[in-house]
């Protein structure tokens, strides 16, 4: 943390992470993706008990590849939450398909099943569904509508590392799954992603669409339109380092949640969503009246937070006027807290103290 303030995020970079960083320059590695990026694979693999398991510079572009195996485009529809990161629906934009946007449960935050029955037509072709803040949702319900309609399932898991259902690590419940390695997340390589999937077919066709278009580097043989869509040796240097400590992270994300739930979830003024005790939350998110307002008077305190994704058709490049109850409600209400993983327990309680300070006066 910085002298005197608290950030909303920052990334955890421990001595180990930089001493194995410094070995690999020293190594004479050539950085870009070779044999770190294969071990990274295999390790991230066996953490979600998936398969196979395929880096991407970024989340965006893991939902892309995703997208694009499965034959993706212009005329599809893809049905997508609309409380959600923008990158989720830009991943749709870019195969020429059509976002489809479809409101949330007001149990957990995630799509809602209801909903998602009412949005499917003859056009859908898949429905990407995002574990929230490492919530699972109704992913059970989700799965069911779409094998009953023969409709792809994708999971936008980018929050989700470290989060289960049902015994089960997100992002194996669908056709595949894709994970962020962005700057907030609980286990970063700067920027980067992860696509998992239990599926062979697929598995071979991203790994082609991530390199051209061929199946073996070093030549031009291209079988098929690709792109480059490499990761690095150093990235997946510090995500291999970064694993091995994974454990303490999710533990420490869950205390973390424990410690403000303690403070804040029996004030009146303040609406907050547990977890189950086999999910992990990416940020500790409060719904509250005017979060614009609360997060302006914990920014005088030094206490930074930010404002919840907002409501995407609510958004004027999207141009939407379809009304969503849920996501509108929730989205206009929610605040991120401090989630860093060097906050303390002393932090949790001064940021708590203000908050609750700021509703009595």
Known sequence: MRKNKIN?????ITKEDRNELIKYINSGGWIT??????????KFKKITKSKYAITFPNGTLTLFGILLSINI?????VIVPNYTMVATVNAVNLTGAKAIFCDISKDNLCLSPEELKKKINRKTKAVIYVTLNGRSGYIDKIRNICNNKKINLIEDSAHSIGSYFKKKHHGNFGIASSFSFSMPKIITTGQGG?????NFNIYKKIKKIKN??????GNDDYTSIG????????QATLGISQLKNLSWRVKKKRLIFKHYYQ??????NIEMFNYAKNETPWFIDIYVNNPKKLKAYLEQKKILSRLVYPSLSELKIFNKKEKFKNSNFYCARGLWLPSSLNLTKIQIRLISKNIIDYFKN
């Open 212 to 217: 051209f278009g061929r199946i073996v580097d």
């Open 73 to 77: 485009k212009s005329g599809d529809e």
């Open 227 to 234: 792109y480059n869509f490499k990761f690095t040796d150093l």
């Open 263 to 268: 403070y804040l979830s029996k004030n009146k």
């Open 8 to 12: 909303q995020i920052e990334p955890y």
């Open 194 to 198: 992860m696509i998992v999937t239990n």
């Open 33 to 42: 993706e070779h044999s770190q990026n294969k071990i990274f694979e295999e």
